[in-house]
């Protein structure tokens, strides 16, 4: 659809008949450490200066009326309601944040939203969680509340796993928060410390869409999850302080292999070396070794294919086209899997090239055409003027 923040306030305007703020979060893209997150382990994603938009204004009353201009549908909640289900449906994600908010103490005021977004639904570029954190802020801001950011990451993260069923870390929900232009963002999942990389500026982060999305793959995310809390479960037998896969080492895991299936194992193995990756990547970024971190996110894709198996034939040709272009240091797929985007890290003046020969390869190889651009990383959740 076509549309902007711009638009969005015009139409608001005219079919609600009042004045909104404009609140904006961005999509992501991971450039490495997937799965990682839910086990309490290492991420490095960056904002997207793709957003989803929430034109908001505070009502007298205590009713949500939330309008999606994608979905072409109006919905009416009281948020006073007890005990509110699931529709199964996108207004799951705004409402299950209100529900969250409330349950966490704050006391929203009724709240006229529209919303618009131009991060790709399906696309593996979190489109759920920049729809989260908008409506979040849009809704603390109109209740005049105080944002607390990582709060906020929290709350868009229950959302998910309690409202709408999704059982996602915080990767997501925390980078649409605090994401900032130009870098990228190590984040503890255990401690939720991070700190802030910059992205080389002699690189380009190149995004390329499969144009694919399996439709088992919230299913599989959830059973990798449970794959990998049943190798916790084991592993604990000979190691009895862990909590989580982050606090084996591959050495470990080595040792007490035999106390695994051989499906645990390898789901456990990615885990274990993707945490040690993505450590490795973010000190390489820092230091400008672009090489070093391309053959980590080259590892990191293996991984993914062979031990995590959340990749698809698309995606491992995708990987495969960009791998061989001169000027790639690396390019893996991001995102939680089975269809999606790929990250490639590219040199600057390689960028057109790139472009040029992953769609022409990829279109031979698949009949599809996928989207390329250059993600420029941008700020995380605020407010706009449009
Ligand atoms: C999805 C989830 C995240 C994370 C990634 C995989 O995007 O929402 O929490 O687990 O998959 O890294």
Not at 233 to 239: E, G, T, V
Not at 304 to 321: A, G, H, L, P, Q
Not at 330 to 348: D, H, K, N, P, Q
Request: proline share 4%; hydrophobic share 40%; aromatic share 6%.
């Amino acid at each position: 659809m076509a549309g902007g923040p711009r638009q969005l306030v015009d139409t608001f305007r005219r079919e609600f008949n009042g004045e909104p703020h404009v609140y904006r979060a961005p999509g992501r893209v991971n450039l490495i450490g997937e799965h990682t997150d839910y086990n309490d382990g290492f991420v490095l994603p960056a904002a997207l200066e793709l957003a989803t938009y929430a034109a908001a204004s505070a009502r007298p009353d205590r009713r949500l009326r939330v309008r999606s201009l994608l979905m072409d549908e109006t919905l009416e909640f009281d948020l006073d309601e007890v005990d509110p289900k699931p529709r199964k449906d996108w207004s799951d994600y705004v409402r299950g944040v209100a529900v969250m908010l409330a349950r966490a103490g704050h006391r929203l005021a009724g709240v006229d939203m529209m919303l618009w977004s131009d991060v790709p639904v399906g696309g593996g570029l979190s489109s759920s969680a920049a729809l989260e954190v908008a409506v979040g802020y849009a809704l603390l801001s109109e209740s005049k509340l105080d944002v607390d950011l990582t709060a906020l990451a929290l709350t868009g993260q229950r959302a998910e796993n309690e409202f709408v069923g999704m059982r996602c870390g915080i990767m997501d929900q925390f980078i649409a928060c605090h994401g900032a232009a130009g870098h990228a963002l190590l984040l503890d999942c255990r401690s939720l410390d991070w700190r802030l990389v910059p992205i080389d500026p002699k690189a380009r982060l190149m995004i390329c869409n499969s144009m694919v999305r399996h439709s088992h793959a919230a299913g599989e995310y959830n059973s990798r999850r449970h794959d990998c809390e049943e190798g916790v479960r084991l592993l604990s037998k000979a190691l009895p302080g862990i909590k989580a896969l982050r606090d084996v080492s591959i050495d470990q895991l080595e040792r007490h292999a035999e106390l695994l299936s051989p499906v645990v194992y390898r789901r456990c193995r990615h885990i274990v070396t993707e945490n040690d990756r993505t450590v490795r990547a973010a000190d390489a970024l820092e230091a400008g070794d672009l090489a070093l971190f391309g053959r980590l996110m080259a590892e990191s894709h293996a991984s993914m294919r062979d031990d995590f198996e959340i990749t698809c034939s698309e995606i491992d040709v995708m990987v495969e086209i960009a791998s061989r272009i001169p000027g790639v240091f690396g390019a893996r797929m991001t995102g939680g899997g089975f269809g999606g985007c790929t990250i490639s890290l590219v040199e600057a003046s390689a960028v057109e090239g790139f472009k040029q020969g992953v769609a022409n390869a990829y279109r031979d190889a698949t009949g599809l055409d996928p989207t390329i651009f250059t993600c420029s990383p941008g700020a995380g959740v605020s407010t706009v003027r449009p």
